[in-house]
C-alpha cells in the first residue's frame, strides 16, 4: 500500500492557523505578553519543514533553541530563502486566525491567543505527519519565548532584519 502526503492540506491556512496557535500557547506560557508577529514567520515554516522533524526528536521544552541549533547545523543552511518561501503559507494563516478569532494582531505587533481556542483533542484525529508538525510548532514557542527578544532569535538564528 502506497501512502500519499498531502502537502496541500498541511499548509492551507486553517492547519496553519492551528500550528500557529499551538506556537503562542506554548509562547505565551514562558512570555504572556505575546509573540512579535515576525516569529509567526520564523516558526511556521520550521516546523512544517519535513526535513527538520528528524531533529526534535529526543528534545523537550528544556532543550532550549541553542542546544537544538547545536545538534542541528543544517538549521541555517538555506533558513533565509525556507523564511521567504513561506510568506505566501504564513501570511494568509495569521489572516484566517485573526478572521476565526483564533489569533489577535495587537496594535503594539504582538501576536496572541484569541477568543477563540482550538480543542484539545484535535491533535489525536491527526496524522502522525500533521500533529508532528503540531508538536514543533509548540516546542518552538516555548523556546523562542525563553530565547528571549525577537532580535535576539533572529541573531541566534543567524538571521538579520
Same mark, same amino acid.
Request: one cysteine or more; charged letters at 20%; glycine letters at 10%.
Given at each position: 500500500?502506497?501512502?500519499?502526503?498531502? !502537502?496541500?492540506?498541511?499548509?492551507?491556512?486553517?492547519?496553519?492557523?492551528? #500550528? /500557529? +496557535? *499551538?506556537?503562542?500557547? &506554548?509562547?505565551? @506560557?514562558?512570555?504572556?505578553?505575546?509573540?512579535?508577529?515576525?516569529?509567526?514567520?520564523?516558526?511556521?515554516?520550521?516546523?512544517?519543514?519535513?526535513?527538520?522533524?528528524?531533529?526534535?526528536?529526543?528534545?523537550?521544552?528544556?532543550?532550549?533553541? !541553542?542546544?537544538?541549533?547545536?545538534?542541528?547545523?543544517?538549521?541555517?543552511? #538555506? /533558513? +533565509? *530563502?525556507?523564511?521567504? &518561501?513561506?510568506? @505566501?503559507?504564513?501570511?494568509?494563516?495569521?489572516?484566517?486566525?485573526?478572521?476565526?478569532?483564533?489569533?489577535?494582531?495587537?496594535?503594539?505587533?504582538?501576536?496572541?491567543?484569541?477568543?477563540?481556542?482550538?480543542?484539545?483533542?484535535?491533535?489525536?484525529?491527526?496524522?502522525?505527519?500533521?500533529?508532528?508538525?503540531?508538536?514543533? #510548532?509548540?516546542?518552538?514557542?516555548?523556546?523562542?519565548?525563553?530565547?528571549?527578544?525577537?532580535?535576539?532569535?533572529?541573531?541566534?538564528?543567524?538571521?538579520?532584519?
Amino acid at each position: 500500500m502506497i501512502l500519499a502526503h498531502d !502537502l496541500y492540506a498541511e499548509t492551507n491556512p486553517a492547519f496553519c492557523t492551528y #500550528a /500557529l +496557535a *499551538e506556537f503562542l500557547k &506554548a509562547f505565551t @506560557e514562558v512570555d504572556e505578553t505575546g509573540a512579535d508577529l515576525p516569529l509567526a514567520y520564523l516558526a511556521l515554516p520550521i516546523a512544517l519543514s519535513d526535513d527538520l522533524a528528524g531533529s526534535f526528536e529526543g528534545t523537550n521544552k528544556k532543550t532550549g533553541l !541553542l542546544q537544538w541549533l547545536e545538534r542541528t547545523p543544517q538549521m541555517s543552511v #538555506a /533558513l +533565509a *530563502e525556507r523564511v521567504n &518561501a513561506s510568506l @505566501e503559507i504564513v501570511t494568509p494563516a495569521v489572516r484566517y486566525g485573526c478572521f476565526a478569532q483564533l489569533l489577535v494582531l495587537g496594535p503594539d505587533g504582538r501576536i496572541r491567543l484569541g477568543s477563540t481556542k482550538v480543542r484539545g483533542t484535535a491533535i489525536t484525529k491527526l496524522d502522525t505527519i500533521s500533529a508532528g508538525v503540531i508538536r514543533r #510548532a509548540g516546542r518552538l514557542g516555548t523556546w523562542f519565548a525563553m530565547a528571549g527578544s525577537t532580535r535576539n532569535i533572529f541573531g541566534i538564528l543567524g538571521l538579520t532584519v
